[in-house]
């Protein structure tokens, strides 16, 4: 795992680095619904096998820290929900 810092790993990520993310608040930026919460409460236990897993792993690919941190992020216009 590489001991860079987020402002040292990426510096064009517009952040200085005395400047702070906003805190996310869950009841605005993140509603949920009644409907939301039985479900997830429904799927937090729900097993999942070896074989699921390793699927899940596989899908994840080989790449590395490093790798991972120089993939470049999404393109195009902005948009609003």
Do not use: N
């Not at 402002?7 to 993140?30: C, I, N, Y």
């Not at 479900?39 to 729900?46: C, G, N």
Request: glycine content about 4%.
């Amino acid at each position: 795992m590489s001991s860079k810092r987020h402002s040292e790993a990426e510096p064009h990520s517009g952040l200085r680095p005395s400047s702070r993310p906003t805190p996310l608040d869950l009841e605005r930026d993140l509603p949920t619904t009644p409907e939301d919460v039985a479900a997830l409460r429904r799927l937090r236990d729900l097993p999942v096998s070896p074989a699921e897993y390793e699927e899940l792993l596989r899908a994840c690919g080989d790449a590395s820290p490093e790798e991972l941190a120089r993939r470049q992020g999404p393109r195009g216009e902005p948009f609003e929900l």
